[in-house]
């Protein structure tokens, strides 16, 4: 079974407020609910002895939960306790219909929960989503037919308990109905859910290469230039005489050579940021950096391990191009500045890193510096 089977259904910031809106609209009403019967019991006593309990219980349970969606709390809060206070006050009730001898007409009595019953569990289903609100349902299920395994009658019953009898069956039957339907939705709902995170993998991921695309790389680097504080660092590669390796050994090798480079890359990045083809035989890298010093070392291990040995019989060097600046900024200009130190580094003999440190403006908007948005260093000469 698929493990997405088994996932809560999960919701957005936006649902959860639309949630929180419909309980303050709703509590308010069952509170009433809650209310109205125990005033008539004051003045005509009519309640069995376990309503006489349970419904003040009720009436206090939904008032905390009243109070608690005013507070801003998580729904994983709110919700839990009132599906497990409604769905136990229900089958308490069942429990005590069957079995306490104050009783006189069980039928009637469980005329009046079976609906109450039912309702229950389809407000499991549709609250809880997947895996939580199928269990509740199971769990409650069971424990009502365990109060009707208790009861049934070992003798030939009386018509009333014939009765009786038939209207439990079709409860659990009604029930069972409702979990099953549950299921079949829920396996459904797993399906299109998974589906749905194949195809967004697929798309944010290169076919060729497996690592992230050019979408899936334009989302983080617009994601890292808006952090307050930080540093962006971007380096932009681009594969040596590529277009050389396609015409003497072929698209194949070519793409097996693209393949090497990019989990070449990978390797060597680990964790210290996102790497992933941005098109042809350039590949982009958004690095996790404190300061210059640990970019430029990090871009120098990138070429060492791509240069280090060949790849599939082809021996393959990268020019980088590494840019930075300080965020929040625009992204373009730093991908325009990474894209020059990469020519930068094809104008001096490739297989080199080229950087180019971008200059913040003056807090009038002025730039900083006459000569542009930038300024290059180490243009001309290849770290080593």
Known sequence: MDGGFWQAGGLSAEDSRERLTYYRAVFPGAL????????????????????????PVMLAVFGVLSALVWLRLSLHLVEPLLLASVNLFLVLRLAFTLAAPQVTSPSAELGVTLPWMMLALFANAWIWLGRPGLLLNVGTVFAMSLCVLAWWPAALPSPERQH??????????ASATVVTGQLVIARRHASLTLETRRARRDADLD????LPNRRALTEQLNLRS???GGLLAVAL??????????????HARGDDVLKSVGLSLRGQLGNRGVVGRYGGEEFLCLLDVRDE??????????????????????PVTISVGLALCESPVHPL???????????????????CVQLTVMLRPSPDGTPAQPEGRWRPEGAGSPLN
């Open 32 to 55: 009433l609910a809650l209310l109205i019967p125990l005033l008539i019991q004051r003045a005509a006593p009519y309640m069995t002895p376990y309503d006489s309990f349970a419904v």
């Open 164 to 173: 009786l009898s038939l209207t439990l069956v079709q409860l659990l039957l």
């Open 207 to 210: 076919s060729l290469t497996t």
């Open 226 to 228: 808006a952090r307050p």
């Open 237 to 250: 590669i681009d594969v040596d005489h590529f277009k050389a390796v396609n015409d003497q050994y072929g």
């Open 293 to 314: 010093q640990e970019a430029r070392r990090l871009c120098e291990g990138l070429r060492l391990r791509v240069s280090a040995q060949p790849l599939h019989g082809v």
């Open 333 to 351: 200009p730093v991908l325009e500045a990474a894209d020059a130190a990469m020519y930068r580094a094809k104008a001096q003999g490739r297989n």
